[in-house]
């Protein structure tokens, strides 16, 4: 039996719900992101219009500014978008209880189950579910309707902003395959340059390319994805599920980046990023219910760009983000002179090694104790976090550097749990 799986995208999220919030801001060019006042800060996120105008995610905005005469700058506020989000979601969930979120803004719903209760019609119900977001949160989305959740997530991006696109059994072959394989769902462009270099440049050539080719070249996750573009992808929408790789593998490892607005080259810069990436590092480590025995930092060098890393194995698996925060610093500040000599333009924590939180861990006196109390600040802070969003409670050497105030890392920068796809 065919499945109905649904993937919903709300459009130029953060800037729709700004619009949504404010009517004033309808219609004009508008990016989230630092304050007009200050003249600093980058594009995080921008409207229909601004995007038209060619402003991307990243610029700073004086650039955006010089192409987009009339832009209009918000300082981004994620208790609000993180508040639609929920909001969408609890629409979401009136359809189907398997509600798979990935990332803020896009979710999968399997709606084979409860389909016969709701007429039996899947792109009616998606165009039913595309009015009640646009009537009840003033914002559109996108929506694919397919029977894998591949093919779905593959229909929200072929139309959008306020669609509906169903990929059917009939239609693949001429709407997907003939699409640039790098936009298939887990080609990533590491996957996309070898698949390129073995002449594979559209989804119908992998779903078509020999196995012992793909295999050769990109081991089992060739094999994989060579099933995903033909449209065999059996992976349930599974609300704790969001925490597994693709196939239901388990995940190999939580990482975070960020390219830094400017470049560091303070001590107390480069520690407040640090800390800021292991805070969403450590955070995700607790969603999904793991801990890490690896702690790893990266480094992109400001003046050539090279990238290095060092990493540590510690005694026990942790999922404290104090813990992974020291043991990345210490890591950095080891290897890293940071006198103003060595700039750095990007940085990235990465935890992995990882173990189930509840496996038995050997008791050790004295390191205990204040692990225990590690972990219970942490959850006291999730906690808050749940109830207020992300901008509530924060580190104070988060707070040392202006520019970061206004960037959500967990949000900005969440790798889909697809990394290790490539
Ligand atoms: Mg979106």
New binding site residues.
């Given amino acids: 039996m065919h499945r109905a799986i649904l993937h919903s995208?709300?459009?130029?999220?953060y800037a729709s719900v700004e619009q949504a919030e404010r009517p004033e801001l309808r219609g004009v060019p508008l990016v989230v992101g630092g304050r007009e006042e200050t003249r600093h800060g980058i594009v995080l996120a921008k409207s229909a219009r601004a995007k038209e105008a060619g402003v991307k995610t990243g610029e700073a905005l004086w650039e955006a500014r010089a192409k987009c005469p009339g832009l209009v700058t918000v300082p981004p506020r994620y208790d609000v978008y993180r508040r639609y989000s929920e909001l969408a979601r609890r629409i979401y969930c009136q359809y189907t209880d398997l509600v798979e979120p990935f990332?803020l803004?896009?979710c999968w719903l399997d709606l084979t189950g409860s389909l016969p209760l709701s007429g039996g019609d899947a792109l009616r119900v998606a165009t039913e579910i595309s009015g009640r977001v646009k009537a009840e949160l003033g914002c559109t989305v996108?929506i694919g309707v397919s029977w894998n959740k591949v093919f779905a997530k593959f229909g929200s991006d072929l139309r959008?902003p306020d669609a509906v696109t169903a990929i059917t059994p009939e239609n693949y072959r001429r709407l997907v395959w003939d699409a640039p394989v790098g936009d298939l769902l887990y080609v990533g462009p590491a996957t996309r340059a070898k698949l390129h270099s073995s002449g594979i440049d559209r989804i119908g050539e992998l779903a078509c390319a020999s196995p012992e080719l793909l295999r050769r070249r990109l081991g089992k996750v060739g094999l994989v994805l060579r099933a995903f573009a033909r449209g065999e992808d059996s992976t349930p929408v599974s609300p704790s599920d969001a925490v597994r790789g693709g196939g239901g593998r388990p995940i190999k490892s939580i990482g975070n980046g960020l390219t830094c607005p400017h470049d560091i080259d303070r001590p107390e810069d480069a520690k407040a990023l640090v800390y800021l990436l292991a805070e969403s590092v450590a955070q995700r480590l607790r969603e999904a219910r793991l801990r890490a025995f690896t702690v790893a930092v990266g480094v992109r060098d400001a003046r050539d760009l090279a990238s290095y890393g060092r990493q540590t194995t510690l005694p026990r698996a942790t999922s404290a983000t104090g813990l992974i925060a020291r043991t990345a610093w210490g890591l950095l500040a080891a290897s890293e002179p940071l006198d103003g000599s060595h700039p750095l333009r990007g940085l990235h924590v990465r935890a992995s090694n990882l173990e189930p939180s509840d496996a038995p861990q050997q008791l050790d006196l004295g390191f205990d104790a204040r692990q225990r109390a590690l972990d219970g600040l942490d959850e006291a802070i999730d906690g808050l976090r749940r109830r207020f969003g992300n901008a509530c409670v924060r580190r104070g050497v988060e707070l040392l550097d202006e520019s970061l105030i206004d960037v959500d890392v967990k949000r900005d920068n969440t790798v889909h749990p697809v990394g290790w796809f490539g």
């Fill in positions: 995208d709300m459009n130029a999220f990332g803004d896009e996108s959008k």
